[in-house]
């Protein structure tokens, strides 16, 4: 990259560098900072002084040393090669560091963020002669055995093809020549740039309607997220945020996952970086890193390209999704990242908003959770891609007041409420099915109706309403005791403690228990749900007792529905059915 000396340094505050004589700096422009060539973007402009935010530790440099001017805006790489890499904030690939300066990386190095030598094949899906337009696929290198990665026509550039080559190329060699409409000719590689805080641009938005299936059952009955929706997981340390987020990586069945580890604790990100690779993808039975891009960015690495993490994730889940593939990104915390906001904002002298947070902390959670979506894809074919974004948040001492978990609240559709008390009770996922909430539940309706069961939607609702009258019970069982319940309100009782216990524990770290099915989600719950359907007029006969139905041990018969073998749905029904009419034998 060509660059040249314009500024000097006339201040250092950790992260923020201030320069002066920096007239022709731009706005969000990358710059280099000293001799030792440190990574950093103008954040802020007055006159020739330059705000700029540095993303590695700026130790010892200081006032009277260099700015170097780049004429760039902090963008990443995209191309084949993305996929199975670990990358840190501003998309440096940690593997090629650590080979460069070993395991505490250096600063100021400059690795290629994708492979420059490596050559794939290229497989033109157009001709000499073709129109294309932005957007449009001209062919296709498999990157994995599991993505076929589509070179596509960048964006502002439609017209002629007037070249094509397929075979082994590198990202840097051209793979075809465009002419547009002035007759200029544009060469095209595998390799494309994009500025991360820009969003890229799709045709339109589609209305999300497929759910995105996790293998979580309270996550997916309960409390469905759609496909290109937004979700967050917000609750105290310990509650399980990490867990939730890595089994929703594993096991979710978008075709792409990118995962930003921001300002967590190094070992968790490190139990991500060992165990990912050893994983299967329980949907194609390869190994999970063939659809994965991880981006770590831990609390012990510098602050600001924590605040840069989040966004180069984004862009590159976009870069996946306009291929028209199904992504799904996690970060990993938000509140981490927020938090580097509040840093630079404060270090900025800039006003303060809410517990000192930036007054655009709500803008920008907003503009970050609505870069999620389904799209119409640019191009000319009708593809179809989405993006599903889930963030966690971790509140202080889990007050769900305070301003990042409100701001998150305003902009996402799903919220997976972590209870402290669950997860004490080693309930888990602690999950709170009071107070969690899906605005998705009508739109993926249609698909559970097609692909689950024509009741699917009605089992969901009648074992919502089971819970929520166990809250209230529990209030008069506390106050009176169980004799105080009638026959019929014990059967409630019993229902919604089986829903909890078969049905909604769920260990993430059991190899049969952490992947359920959407249908064996279903059938599970059906299972139980039929003893409450079925017993419900015989608990109302005259002078019932309620130990004749305990009796009958229906209860530990619906137990054994989560050992039955995905695909068994008749021994799901007969199961059902057993209940059912051993039931009705108390019929008098
Ligand atoms: P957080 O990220 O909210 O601080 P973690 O995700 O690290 O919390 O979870 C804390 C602990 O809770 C985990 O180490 C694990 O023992 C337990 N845990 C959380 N979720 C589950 C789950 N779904 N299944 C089993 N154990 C869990």
Redesign the pocket.
């Known amino acids: 990259m060509t660059t040249h000396k314009e500024g000097t340094i006339i201040k250092v505050s950790g992260p923020l560098v201030v320069a002066k004589g920096m007239s022709t700096a731009k706005m969000f422009e990358v710059v280099y900072v000293s001799d030792q060539r440190l990574v950093g973007e103008v954040i802020g402009l007055d006159g020739d002084t330059a705000s700029i935010q540095v993303y590695e530790e700026t130790g010892g440099v200081g006032p009277g040393e260099p700015v170097f001017l780049t004429g760039q805006t902090l963008s990443v790489e995209l191309g084949p090669g993305l996929l199975e890499n670990f990358y840190d904030g501003i998309q440096r690939p940690l593997e090629l560091m650590e080979k460069e300066s070993g395991a505490f990386i250096a600063r100021g190095i400059h690795v290629s963020n994708i492979d420059r030598e490596k050559k794939w094949d290229f497989k033109p899906v157009v001709n000499s002669g073709d129109a294309v337009v932005e957007g449009d696929i001209l062919g296709e290198v498999q990157e994995t055995v599991l993505i076929n990665h589509k070179i596509m026509v960048p964006v502002d550039i439609s017209g002629k093809i007037v070249e094509i080559h397929s075979g082994n190329k590198t990202v840097e060699e051209v793979v075809a020549v465009i002419e547009d409409e002035n007759g200029k000719h544009h060469k095209i590689t595998m390799l494309q740039k994009w500025p991360i805080r820009i969003s890229r641009k799709s045709q339109s938005k589609r209305v999300p309607i497929e759910p995105l299936v996790t293998g ?1 059952r309270i996550l997916d009955t309960l409390f469905p997220l759609a496909k290109g929706g937004a979700g967050c997981i917000p ?13 929703i990586a594993k096991y979710c069945d978008a075709q792409v996952i990118v995962y930003v580890g921001c300002g ?1 604790r190094g070992n ?1 990100m490190t139990d991500v970086l060992m165990e990912f690779p050893e994983l299967k993808d329980p949907n194609t039975g390869e190994p999970l890193m063939k659809r994965t891009v991880l981006i770590a960015n831990t609390s012990n690495m510098p602050v600001a390209a924590r605040e840069a993490s989040v966004y180069t994730g984004m862009t590159i889940a976009e870069y996946y999704r306009d291929m028209g593939y199904n992504v799904a990104l996690m970060a ?2 938000t509140s981490r990242w927020a938090e580097a906001m509040r840093e630079m904002s404060g270090r900025l002298e800039e006003m303060p908003g809410e517990e000192g947070y930036p007054a655009y902390l709500g803008s920008r959670t907003a503009g970050f959770y609505e870069r999620a979506g389904a799209v119409e894809c640019l191009g000319s074919d009708d593809r179809q891609g989405s993006l599903t974004v889930i963030g ?1 948040v ?1 509140p202080p001492g889990g007050d769900l007041s305070e301003p990042v978990t409100q701001n998150t609240l305003r902009v996402t559709k799903v919220f997976w409420g ?1 209870d402290a008390n669950l ?1 004490r009770r ?1 309930h ?3 999950i709170n099915w009071l107070s969690s909430y899906t605005l998705y539940a009508d739109n993926v309706s249609g698909y559970w109706g097609k692909n689950v069961a024509d009741d699917a939607m009605a089992v969901r609702e009648g074992a919502m309403s089971l819970l929520q009258e166990e809250s209230k019970l529990e209030e008069i069982v506390r106050l009176v005791g169980m004799d105080a319940l009638s026959p019929k309100e014990r059967l409630v009782l019993e229902t919604a403690k089986s829903i909890r216990e078969d049905f909604l524990f ?4 059991d190899a049969e228990d952490a992947y359920t099915s959407l249908k064996k989600q279903y059938w599970m719950l059906k299972c139980i749900m039929s003893i409450y359907n079925s017993a419900q007029d015989i608990v109302e006969q005259e002078e019932f007792d309620f130990e004749e139905l305990k009796k009958l041990r229906v209860m530990e018969k619906v137990v054994k529905a989560k050992e039955i073998e995905e695909g068994n749905w008749d021994a799901f029904e007969a199961l059902a059915k057993e209940v059912a009419s051993s039931i009705q034998t108390l019929k008098k």
């Open positions: 979580t609750g105290p340390f310990g509650a399980g945020k990490t867990v939730t987020q890595q089994t967590e968790e990993d915390s966690a971790s972590l997860a080693r888990f996922p602690a769920q260990n993430a770290f």
